[in-house]
């Protein structure tokens, strides 16, 4: 691990941070806690992939909040002082950036896909979403699914104000429901070993994915398959370290005591059930 000293704090230097679904601009989106890891976490490429704006919920009920601005802020303001290149890939909530794709501009380019080099082996860098069969096959159904997926965080986050009036710990009613459906893991299933065999196809040994809201590291046959989970719910980030070796970090396991009673939004995350890791398909 490498440690790099900035005014006067010590900051951990990854090779690579990978960050995805964010979804600025609902009110779930915990931009305030990716802030506060970005500025603890420092890297040579930073990929965002994908979902980091959410223009579906812009463009309905959604809002623009000064924190969402601080996000760009900080990693702006990183690409500038440590020289860190950023790439951008479009997700199915920001494919409004389809107009400008390709762009590029210094350290800062958004692509729609990405072929990234670890460790003398090429993972082939996507979103996801042009490979999910409800996003694609039935795009009304997908419209349906986020109206469910929004209806579902306001009852999650409602449910935790009352909670939190009584002291009782943060508990994602959110992530229970979801893993409570048994007929979205075949989903889920299928998910990883079709992008496991786009990578096989684009000659990678690996891939590197968002979409599902479902972080993940581990082997599928020889493909090596990474997904970066998201930062409505898990709150997690794919790293690479400068040894090639990668692994998910999740907000809350890093944080000290004192950072968890400063915090002012909860960060203690329900553990899912091992049998039952799912996303309800149509949510996303």
């Known amino acids: 691990?490498?440690?790099?000293?900035?005014?006067?704090?010590?900051?951990?230097?990854?090779?690579?941070?990978?960050?995805?679904?964010?979804?600025?601009?609902?009110?779930?989106?915990?931009?305030?806690?990716?802030?506060?890891?970005?500025?603890?976490?420092?890297?040579?490429?930073?990929?965002?992939?994908?979902?980091?704006?959410?223009?579906?919920?812009?463009?309905?009920?959604?809002?623009?909040?000064?924190?969402?601005?601080?996000?760009?802020?900080?990693?702006?303001?990183?690409?500038?002082?440590?020289?860190?290149?950023?790439?951008?890939?479009?997700?199915?909530?920001d494919d409004f950036l389809e107009q400008i794709i390709p762009f590029e501009i210094g350290n800062f380019s958004?692509?729609?896909?990405?072929?990234?080099?670890?460790?003398?082996?090429?993972?082939?860098?996507?979103?996801?979403?042009?490979?999910?069969?409800?996003?694609?096959?039935?795009?009304?159904?997908s419209k349906l699914g986020d109206v469910s997926y929004t209806f579902l965080l306001w009852m999650n986050r409602n449910y935790n104000r009352y909670r939190e009036r009584r002291g009782l710990p943060y508990y994602s009613l959110?992530?229970?429901?979801?893993?409570?459906?048994?007929?979205?893991?075949?989903?889920?299933?299928?998910?990883e070993e079709q992008l496991s065999e786009v990578a096989k196809r684009k000659k990678c040994e690996g891939i590197i994915c968002g979409h599902i809201h479902q972080p993940a590291n581990k082997m599928i046959g020889e493909i090596h398959y990474l997904n970066s989970g998201d930062w409505v719910e898990s709150l997690t980030a794919l790293a690479e370290t400068q040894e090639g070796e990668w692994k998910i970090i999740q907000y809350k396991d890093w944080l000290t005591e004192s950072d968890k009673v400063r915090a002012k939004e909860p960060i203690r995350m329900t553990e899912p059930e091992e049998s039952v890791k799912i996303l309800i398909p149509a949510f996303r």
């Open 1 to 93: 691990m490498i440690f790099v000293k900035t005014e006067g704090d010590m900051k951990t230097l990854y090779k690579t941070l990978v960050i995805s679904d964010v979804h600025l601009g609902i009110k779930d989106s915990k931009a305030k806690e990716l802030v506060r890891f970005l500025k603890e976490h420092s890297c040579e490429t930073l990929i965002l992939n994908g979902d980091i704006i959410d223009g579906w919920q812009l463009k309905k009920s959604g809002s623009w909040k000064k924190k969402h601005t601080k996000f760009f802020r900080v990693i702006l303001k990183a690409m500038e002082k440590y020289k860190m290149k950023i790439v951008y890939l479009r997700g199915n909530h």
């Open 174 to 191: 959110s992530q229970v429901i979801k893993n409570k459906v048994k007929s979205a893991v075949s989903y889920i299933s299928d998910y």
């Open 110 to 141: 958004i692509v729609n896909d990405y072929i990234h080099e670890s460790n003398g082996k090429r993972y082939y860098v996507i979103h996801g979403d042009v490979f999910d069969t409800i996003t694609t096959r039935m795009p009304w159904l």
